[in-house]
Nanobody
């Protein structure tokens, strides 16, 4: 299973940005998808998640500003980030909980990470 992230980049404070995550490979079932982020010198922080059924969860620091969605037919998830602030600067890592076969346990897979920088 591979997760490929795209998007991210540099944005001014108050701006918006989107990142996406595409899962590919052999999968029996693609369960939750989401993002964590990690800023230099800080611990990894939960950002958002979405179940296969579309139920979403957002981290306290991004609630009301970020939104997560997914396209099950494409095995893709999308993170839309609004009202970005310098403290949102971090590497954003997408993840996917995958069941490889009908006999397998759920495993977490990670994307390569994408840099989001909020600066004027």
């Amino acid at each position: 299973v591979q997760l490929v992230e795209s998007g991210g980049g540099l944005v001014q404070p108050g701006g918006s940005l989107s990142v996406s995550c595409a899962a590919s490979g052999s999968m029996f079932s693609l369960r939750d998808m989401g993002w964590f982020r990690q800023a230099p010198g800080k611990e990894r922080e939960f950002v958002a998640s979405i179940t296969a059924g579309g139920r979403t969860k957002l981290g306290a620091s991004v609630e009301g500003r970020f939104d997560i969605s997914r396209h099950n037919g494409k095995n893709e998830a999308y993170l839309r980030m609004g009202r970005l602030q310098p403290e949102d600067t971090a590497v954003y890592y997408c993840y996917a909980d995958v069941v490889a076969t009908m006999f397998s346990e759920r495993e977490k897979h990670w994307g390569q990470g994408t840099q989001v920088t909020v600066s004027s």
